[in-house]
């Protein structure tokens, strides 16, 4: 784009925008989670769209807000932060999940 601005501010201006959609397509590549499957000693199975399939385990500092759950994962190396929006779950699942991410933190 013909810019009124120095050379400089356009190039800095151009690797902020690369460097952006690098990271957007990055983000994107990742497979959406499809499914969760709880484990009694916290393991966490995740299944994601294109039929892979991990363990993970859920870290301590998932946040339990009213309207929203925020569930922080380990896979491997991996962090995951997986947002659980109130029209995400059954609100029974929902709220199974609130009691027992609550009574983990206890623990």
Do not use: N
Request: aromatic fraction near 6%; charged fraction near 20%.
């Amino acid at each position: 784009m013909p810019l009124a601005l120095p050379e400089t501010v356009r190039i800095a201006l151009f690797v902020l925008v690369a460097f952006s959609l690098f990271f957007a397509l990055r983000q994107q590549w990742r497979p959406a989670v499809v499914m969760l499957h709880l484990g009694a000693s916290g393991e966490l199975a995740i299944e994601r769209k294109v039929g892979i399939s991990e363990t993970a385990i859920i870290e301590p500092h998932s946040a339990i807000l009213p309207g929203l759950i925020v569930l922080l994962l380990r896979c491997g190396t991996q962090r995951i932060a997986l947002p659980l929006l109130p029209d995400a779950l059954d609100p029974d699942l929902k709220r199974q999940l609130r009691v027992w991410l609550q009574w983990r933190a206890k623990t």
